[in-house]
């Protein structure tokens, strides 16, 4: 019997977008662990395997979006632009991916 694949990095990837759904969507004070496990089709205690709280999942959230905050500052830096420039350009990619998050949910919304 062949060992089965390590899938994990893939299960933590696909809570944490369905979280970043649900906060957007009922905030991070309202927002449960169970809307998550509704949103990701996984039953609460898988959740809980990957993540002990609420609280770490968005603080996982928090260091990928950091992460990408200086990946691309490091990419700005290789670009020689400023880095008021850069900061800027973040800005407009966040803004952008929380307004296209928030008219899909919004689009889906509308489907149900």
């Known amino acids: 019997m062949s060992p089965r694949p390590d899938v994990s990095e893939e299960r933590k990837s696909q809570i944490m977008n369905a979280a970043e759904k649900v906060f957007i969507k009922k905030g991070l004070d309202e927002a449960r662990m169970e809307d998550v496990a509704a949103e990701t089709g996984l039953s609460k205690g898988t959740l809980y395997l990957y993540f002990k709280s609420k609280d770490q999942l968005i603080f996982s959230i928090l260091e990928k979006f950091l992460q990408g905050f200086f990946k691309q500052l490091d990419a700005s ?18 803004l952008e991916k929380y307004i296209r998050s928030s008219l899909n949910l919004l689009l889906e919304g509308l489907r149900t």
């Open 77 to 94: 830096q290789d670009q020689q632009i400023s880095a008021t420039d850069a900061i800027h350009e973040f800005n407009e990619e966040v």
